[in-house]
């Protein structure tokens, strides 16, 4: 692949010492050559949505998240499960993204890091939202990595040899999609 890939990472939890974060911090460091992973992290300050505000008036941050959409080649999605769905801010961010048309066709992946059996209603609210947006899920790199909070190191990525194995491996699925897309 010609030049860098942009691969727009989101976190939808907004707790500090996340989880979610921190597998995708350490997404960003296992990132292969050729990769530039770009983290976003305005999730909290994202306006709620208004479809009032939508087109003509879109407040900077959502105009800010749509361009960021825009510029990347993929989108890689981490987000805690809450009250057995999406928390309520990170479904807040999606819903600014039915307007602009930055998903449509956009290759999405997803890392759910819960527990084992937890984080199902999160991953099948997203799913259908990303369907619902026209984005392409690229489900070879869609992946369930339990992360034990004692695998988190002070420096807020993940030690665990088994996850950075996995992510490899998310890499290699989410790349060749972008090969075949190209």
């Not at 809450?82 to 807040?92: Q, V």
Request: with cysteine.
């Amino acid at each position: 692949m010609p030049g860098a890939v942009r691969v727009l990472l989101v976190s939808g939890s907004t707790r500090g010492g996340s989880g979610n974060a921190a597998a995708l911090r350490t997404l960003a460091e296992l990132a292969p050559p050729g990769v530039t992973p770009v983290t976003y992290g305005g999730l909290s300050e994202l306006p709620a949505f208004n479809p009032d505000h939508d087109g003509d008036r879109l407040p900077a941050l959502a105009a800010e998240l749509r361009h960021e959409i825009g510029r990347a080649a993929a989108v890689l999605f981490c987000t805690p499960e809450y009250a057995g769905t999406l928390p309520g801010s990170f479904k807040n961010l999606l819903d600014w993204t039915v307007g602009g048309g930055e998903m449509y066709e956009k290759p999405v992946a997803w890392l759910n890091v819960a527990n084992p059996g937890r984080g199902g209603g999160a991953a099948a609210t997203l799913a259908l939202v990303l369907s619902y947006v026209g984005a392409t899920v690229v489900e070879s790199a869609c992946r369930d990595i339990p992360v034990p909070r004692t695998a988190i190191t002070p420096e807020g990525t993940i030690s665990d040899p088994s996850f950075a194995s996995t992510v490899a491996d998310v890499w290699t699925a989410l790349l060749t999609q972008l090969g075949d897309t190209s």
